[in-house]
């Protein structure tokens, strides 16, 4: 089942990108609106673009390139908290343990290299 899952997956996620990437090209395309009547009926204020005519046109598409921005302001930021310090007292065994290991290397000095 998961042979034939991948492929199908991938197929459909490219249909996907190509249906989005025509709305987002016909968004950009389209004209923008000359200016905006506002009608007022029953109560409830609506917006309507209308072109250079006067004529009432399509409402106007979202910008694809600043409709992620509109999400900014959906929740809180996420913020960091400094990390809190813990100190522990290391048991009374561990310390005497640490005596052992390795001895240290002899220190091995030498002068700076001669000119001759």
Sequence with gaps: MKRFARPFAGVL????????SLSMAVARGQAAPVGTMALCAGGVLQIVPVDADGQPTA????????????FVGLGEGFVL?????????????????????????NAVARGPPSLV
């Design 13 to 20: 996620l490219a249909l996907m990108l190509a249906v989005t």
């Design 59 to 70: 409402p106007a598409h979202l910008c694809p390139d600043c409709a992620l921005s509109l």
């Design 81 to 105: 908290t400094a990390p809190q310090g813990v100190w522990l007292a290391a048991p009374a065994e561990a310390r005497s343990s640490r005596s052992g290991g390795r001895v240290a290397p």
